[in-house]
Each structure stands twice: as C-alpha cells, then as structure tokens.
C-alpha cells in the first residue's frame, strides 16, 4: 500500500542531488571569481560524495555566471556547505560578487549515457515525485550571552510582524520562535519563493530594529551595516530543513506547535536527522499518532525538530520524541548527547523518556502569521 503521508522535502530519498549556483560579479572582478573558484574547486573535488563541478560564463551577459555541482546525494553537500571550512574558503569570492541564488534539486530521471561510476540507482532513491503545497521552510539558530535569555526573549516576542504578502507569487506564511537556554531558533514557512522573502523580511524597518536591539547579547559579533560581517553571520545560523512531512488527514482542531532540542554526539547530527525523519515518516501513515506535521531542521550536531501535534505533548511522549517502535529508544540514545541535554542512560525507561521530552521541549517564544 502506498504511504498516505505527503513527504514534501526530504534529503534522505538516497537520489542524487543538482546544486546550481548563480552569480552576478561585480565589473572587472573575474579574474579575482576565477583565481577564488580554481582554490574552491580543488577541495571541493577532495569532498566525499562530490562527484563533479562545471563553472559557466553567460554568453549574453559576462557579469552573469552559473556553478553546478553532482553529489552522490544530499547529506554530504549539506555537511561541506554548512561546515566552517566552507564559510572560510568562500570568502575571497564575497567581494566579486554582487549578488548569489543557490537552487538544490534531487536527480528524479535522465537521458543520455551518464558515467557509469554515477548510474548506479540507490535502492532507496527517490522513485515519485514528493507531494507538498508549495511551501519552503527555513530556520536560523544563534547562541545568546548567558544571563540575557529574558532580555532577548523579551525583544524577540515584542516586534510587530511584516507584511505577509511580498509580490505576486510570494507569501510570508508562518514564523515560529523558540529558545532552549541561550540558543535562539526562528522558523519561518513561505509560500513561494524562499530568498526573495527572506530579503523582503530583512530590509523591514521593524524587523531591522528587533535585529539592531539583539546585537549587543549575541555570543558571536555582527555589525548588519556591513555586508561582509552579516553575510557570515546568516551563513553560519543558517539550520536547513532536511524533512518535512504532512499527514494527509484532516488537521485535528486542538494542534499546538512545539519545538524539540536534540543535540547529537559529535559528528552524529545527520544520523539524528535521518532516525527522525524515518520515524515522523511512519507517524503520519498511523492514524493514532499524535503528531500531525513535522519538520526535521539540522546543521552539524544541532538537530531542532518541529511538530504540530494533537493535545498536549506529554500525553503521549513516546510518540511525541519519536521513539515509537522496536530498538528506536536505544539508537536515538546512541545518537544523542544526553549529557548536553541533561539526560543520560536509558531510553527504555519511562523515567528517562519524560525528563528528555521536559528537557528538549523549547521554550515557546512567538508563533504567528506575519499580517496581510
């Protein structure tokens, strides 16, 4: 029988992905772009899962270019682009460019006769095309000084939505707050086009002031009058959505939003993600499961899963950490850094089960619809 849940974004489906980057240099910068991309593409190449990179001049206009790239799939992109090495290595490209889009696709068919060491076909990859609604989600994590959760807190819950509509085709849908000590987590849902949303959002004048008035508590320095220092403190805060799954049965009238912290052992984040995403799969198939909708966010060892579930969270913890089914409690215990949490030993126990949902439940800071 086919799944009933509607898997709209997923790293996870085993296809090989598509990266296509797309520049506008700033004039006379290309020799500088093209001494940066030949330091960039060689480490690239030395990236496991990278399969190949193509780098491409417009030929109507020469300020235009285009960079792709072929990974065996998902995951390892997203550990090189996320990682410290990577910010690092792209900053002599910043002051040749003008403008950047970056678009990630899963390989679903294709013609031709492709190298063979790339045609082997994963038996999990991705077969059908995923169904969604034509939503992107996003999320941004940082740290703030200790002591001044209640200031941020504050500031963050204070500041009076944007306007929802951004042009014809683009829609402010959803941002939702939470903040676990003193990490901060804004996701937002957007109903067309991602970037250009983002970039409505962060020329609001009212957005620019809750930005400006958090700058002084954040652990790791910003000036947002400089592009250069803003560009690295969004490419670091970035926390990419790597599954999300509706169930595809009417929406329950009491759901609540939560967001739950689990921070993986080192070098385990995208195993996290993937132990999560396969239970979430199988919650939206069962029609006794609380948990409505989810969204699995990771970066590194930051794993912040969102859900929408029927009645209140404790009622069902299991369900509601996604422990449901044989042997999942104990490989979730040997993904997690429980001394980070605060929870250490068994999973099996009800005891530890409760005190993990107590601890990983953020703190609910806002969640609301930006106005119309």
Not at 167 to 180: G, K, P, Y
Request: proline content about 6%; aromatic content about 4%; some cysteine.
């Amino acid at each position: 029988m086919a799944p009933s849940g509607r898997i709209s974004q997923s790293v996870f489906d085993g296809s090989r992905l598509r990266v296509i980057l797309l520049l506008d240099l700033y004039e006379g910068a290309q020799q500088q772009f093209l001494d940066a991309y030949e330091v960039m593409h060689k480490q690239v190449a030395s990236i496991p899962g990278h399969i190949s990179d193509q780098l491409c001049q417009s030929i109507e206009n020469p300020s235009q270019w285009l960079i792709t790239s072929e990974w065996e799939s998902a995951p390892p992109f997203l550990a090189w682009v996320n990682s410290e090495e990577h910010v690092e290595i792209v900053k002599p490209m910043h002051s040749c460019v003008r403008d950047t889009r970056s678009m990630r696709y899963s390989v679903l068919r294709e013609t031709g006769a492709p190298q063979a060491a790339v045609t082997t076909t994963p038996a999990d990859a991705q077969l059908r095309a995923r169904v969604g609604e034509g939503v992107a989600r996003h999320a941004l994590t940082f740290t703030v000084k200790p002591g001044s959760e209640s200031k941020v807190a504050e500031i963050l819950a204070g500041y009076e939505s944007p306007r929802a509509q951004v042009d014809e085709t683009t829609r402010l849908r959803r941002t939702s707050l939470f903040m676990h000590g003193n990490r901060v987590v804004r996701a937002v849902e957007v109903e067309g086009d991602l970037l250009v949303a983002l970039r409505h959002v962060a020329r609001q004048p009212e957005v620019r002031a809750v930005e400006e008035a958090i700058n002084p508590y954040l652990e790791q320095d910003r000036d947002l009058t400089d592009p250069e220092s803003a560009r690295v403190f969004f490419t670091r805060a970035a926390l990419p959505a790597v599954h999300h799954v509706t169930a595809d049965r009417p929406a329950p009238a009491d759901l609540k939003r939560h967001a739950l912290y689990y921070p993986a052992k080192q070098g385990l984040g995208m195993d996290l993600a993937r132990l999560l995403a396969d239970q979430d799969r199988a919650a939206a198939d069962d029609p006794e499961s609380p948990v409505h909708a989810s969204t699995v966010f990771q970066r590194d060892d930051i794993v912040v899963r969102l859900v929408d579930v029927a009645g209140e969270l404790d009622l069902d913890p299991v369900a509601s950490l996604g422990l449901r089914g044989a042997g999942r409690a104990a490989e979730l215990e040997r993904l997690l850094d429980g001394a980070a949490i605060g929870v250490e030993g068994s999973l099996e126990t009800e005891r530890n089960v409760n005190r993990l949902l107590s601890h990983a439940d953020m703190l609910p800071v806002t969640d609301r619809s930006a106005q119309s």
